[in-house]
């Protein structure tokens, strides 16, 4: 049986097969997905032909998409561009400029 080490020295990210610890659980997760809906539909009656090949794809997608990320973004490129995602471009404050230097006075009532 092969026996597969996963590299982690002092202060380094978990690594297996050039994926890093982030896309780990991504194709993880995405193989896990392709099992489950190869089960489903196998439990639907669908052909069995059928269910191995949509299964077979899925996961090879599921392995190809994973590694074109880990080469494409590295080890946190894709917490960047998340986090990039959640900052706003711009600031828009829709007051008129005279607006912006002058108090507000309490109205009564």
Known sequence: MASYSINKGVNKP??????????LF??????????????????????QWVCI???VILALLVIWATLL??????????MKLQANNNFPRRII???????????KRKELT
């Open 53 to 55: 090949f949509s299964g």
């Open 14 to 23: 978990a690594e297996f097969k050039g994926l890093q610890s982030q896309y």
């Open 93 to 103: 404050n829709r007051r008129s400029i005279p607006k912006l230097f002058t108090k």
């Open 69 to 78: 990320l880990s080469k494409k973004y590295g080890q946190f490129g894709l």
């Open 26 to 47: 991504i194709f993880a997760g995405g193989l896990l997905g392709s099992f489950v809906l190869f089960i489903v539909l196998y439990m639907a009656g669908v052909n």
